[in-house]
T-cell receptor
Framework: DAKTTQPPSMDCAEGRAANLPCNHS???????VYWYRQIHSQGPQYIIH???NNETNEMASLIITEDRKSSTLILPHATLRDTAVYYC?????????????FGGGTRLMVKP | DTEVTQTPKHLVMGMTNKKSLKCEQH?????MYWYKQKAKKPPELMFV???????INESVPSRFSPECPNSSLLNLHLHALQPEDSALYLC???????????????FGSGTRLTVV
């Protein structure tokens, strides 16, 4: 699976949009981009995933560049409860080697 | 039911003890996973079960012994652990991959293990 690069930490003001970037320049055509987050002392929580098109759900939006070498997770109106470590993961959906490998992630701090 | 339930939430054990961690899901997922997470580090994959059969063992020491008795349950048996094995142990489940579709994992809240 392709490697990802994320900034180690970011701050965001409460009520503002949080834009979390992720670089995955070696992504291949059949690899999906996934985002998870982990609030302190809890298990990781699935947020969203996409292949080529932009995606939106009740939690967030995922913007994938046309060349698929980078993506941005957008939390439209960040709250204090969105403070967490956000992981961007690129992986292939295949039968063998069914693994989700976490990188360092971005520690997002939402401030009042 | 869209949850993965892990018990116990906290466990303190001595190095000569034998204990087990339990994970349960009722979402019909046929893939289940154990991860280990040390403080301030990302989760690391330990084991993968697919259709109740062990499909991946990430070179985990034999003092950790997984078991999948049925499609809803996943156990992790612990024996002769070391203090450095103290960590948060996370269980997750998902649909079995294939068919070119993406899918998400559902994680439990974890068992915080302390080895003394």
């Amino acid at each position: 699976d392709a490697k990802t690069t994320q900034p180690p930490s970011m701050d965001c003001a409460e009520g503002r949009a949080a834009n979390l970037p992720c670089n995955h320049s070696t992504i291949s055509g059949n690899e999906y981009v996934y985002w998870y987050r982990q609030i302190h002392s809890q298990g990781p929580q699935y947020i969203i995933h996409g292949l080529k098109n932009n995606e939106t759900n009740e939690m967030a939006s995922l913007i994938i560049t046309e060349d698929r070498k980078s993506s941005t997770l957008i939390l439209p109106h960040a709250t204090l409860r969105d403070t967490a470590v956000y992981y961007c993961i690129v992986r292939v959906d295949h039968n063998a080697g069914n693994m989700l490998t976490f990188g360092g992630g971005t520690r997002l701090m939402v401030k009042p | 039911d869209t949850e993965v339930t892990q018990t116990p939430k906290h466990l303190v054990m001595g190095m000569t003890n034998k204990k087990s961690l339990k994970c349960e899901q009722h979402m019909g997922h046929r893939a289940m996973y154990w991860y280990k997470q040390k403080a301030k580090k990302p989760p690391e994959l330990m084991f993968v079960y697919s259709y109740e059969k062990l499909s991946i063992n990430e070179s985990v020491p034999s003092r950790f012994s997984p078991e999948c008795p049925n499609s809803s349950l996943l156990n992790l048996h612990l024996h002769a652990l070391q203090p450095e094995d103290s960590a948060l142990y996370l269980c997750a489940s998902s649909q079995v991959p294939g068919r070119g579709r993406g899918y998400g994992y559902t994680f439990g809240s974890g068992t915080r293990l302390t080895v003394v």
